[in-house]
């Protein structure tokens, strides 16, 4: 009898442990935030005009690299005038980065698009606690804001370090680091990043230059733009919605929005009509699915079982966003109560990916051209979903 009821009391607590853990993940797409998110830790509001601050390679007394090279920028997305590299085995560049107060800060990168960039690259933040190193793969995500990381880092000049694997093939690039405070904190430790750093920091030239995707007009005469530039144009879009509170029924662009009404305004710009429904999007035929997390690739469409019962099929806790690279999503969080970017590892309960060729045969659609909108209705192709049995309305995303 003593045996019998230590097997149930050790069910017991493992199913108690199982059930909170997806609880945790669900709190992505189900009401209220359970742990009311802060700035930094210190405040729940999110500042309309976040400090930051860009370090480029040519910064006089702010950036040193011996033995790098300094390389014009060419047309690979480089920030600036020219970038520096160097072999694997270098020894590290450093950006010296004044950190105005004891804070967390979101760290993002750039580097100029190459095949011959190196994978396994370091970059070394100064936190508040001591050094963290993440590895990036600079072979992918290049011309592009790449988030790193969120940090706490104390007040100060503060080295953020680029350095190369000798064991890997490929040039490591040191371009420009870009410091935002705009970082929320979860109290379990989850932190997003609400600020857009293409309209903090936007390129040098055209559209992108005033913060807006770098989308243009293409004739059925001109030649397919290439893959990677729409993809960016993905993300670029995706992270222009970013600040935006989270909210459902309507789907409102801007001005309230959950996980699948973010992804399917985004696609809108792409010629794309997407059900307002993580389930159906994943559903439908159109785009082609991604069962590996490593073969996604930014712009993708990316599926979470959040509430871990295996099966996708509940259109109001499974969850949809997009990826951005470098392990970051795009998406509408109920659990920061906006739209943020954060590190897709946080949902847990990865179900899949679908990615598109994007733009489909003829040219990217200008917004007086986009598809109507279709009325309400329960089944595929609806744009909005209908309240619960109970009456309740959908909290996805």
């Known amino acids: 009898m003593r045996r019998l009821m230590l097997v149930v009391l050790a069910v017991s607590v493992a199913s108690s442990l199982a059930a909170s853990a997806s609880r945790s993940d669900a709190s992505e797409a189900k009401g209220p935030p359970p742990d009311p998110p802060s700035n930094g830790g210190t405040s729940a509001e999110v500042s309309p005009d976040p400090y930051f601050r860009v370090v480029d390679n040519a910064a006089e007394g702010r950036f040193s690299a011996p033995g790098w090279e300094r390389r014009p920028a060419g047309d690979l997305g480089t920030y600036g005038g020219d970038y520096a590299s160097a072999d694997p085995s270098a020894g590290a560049a450093r950006f010296r980065v004044k950190i105005p107060e004891d804070d967390h800060y979101s760290v993002y990168a750039r580097w100029p698009a190459g095949e011959d960039n190196a994978s396994g690259v370091r970059f070394v933040i100064p936190t508040a606690s001591g050094a963290k190193s993440d590895e990036v793969d600079q072979g992918l995500d290049g011309g592009f804001w790449v988030r790193i990381g ?10 953020l370090q680029v350095s190369g694997n000798p064991e890997r093939e490929g040039r490591v690039v040191a371009d ?4 935002v405070r705009d970082v929320l904190v979860g109290r379990d430790g989850r932190t997003a990043s ?3 750093p293409d309209e903090l920091a936007p390129d040098d030239s055209g559209a992108a230059a005033a913060g807006e995707p770098a989308l243009r007009m293409r004739t059925r005469d001109e030649s397919t733009r290439d893959e990677s530039t729409v993809r960016q144009d993905v993300v670029r879009r995706a992270k222009g919605h970013l600040g935006t509170p989270y909210g459902y029924d309507p789907c409102r662009a801007n001005v309230q929005e959950d996980c699948s009404c973010l992804t399917k305004l985004v696609y809108e710009h792409f010629g794309r009509k997407f059900p307002d429904s993580p389930v159906w999007q994943w559903r439908m035929e159109d785009g082609k699915k991604i069962l590996r997390k490593s073969n996604l690739r930014r712009g993708d469409l990316v599926f979470h079982d959040l509430n871990r019962d295996g099966r996708l099929d ?6 949809v966003s997009i990826w951005a690279g470098n392990g970051n999503i795009v998406h509408a969080s109920s659990y920061f109560d906006r739209v943020v970017t954060s590190e897709e590892k946080y949902l847990g309960g990865f179900w899949g990916g679908k990615s598109f060729k994007l733009p489909p045969e003829g040219e990217l659609l200008p917004e007086e051209e986009l598809p109507p909108e279709e009325g309400v209705g329960s089944g595929p192709g609806s744009n909005l979903l209908p309240g619960r049995p109970d009456g309740s309305k959908p909290t996805n995303g």
Not at 150 to 159: L, V
Not at 314 to 319: I, K, R, S, T
């Open 150 to 159: 969120a940090y706490e880092m104390e007040k100060g000049d503060r080295f």
């Open 176 to 179: 420009a680091v870009m410091v």
């Open 194 to 196: 609400y600020a857009n």
């Open 314 to 319: 509940d259109h109001y806790e499974d969850h």
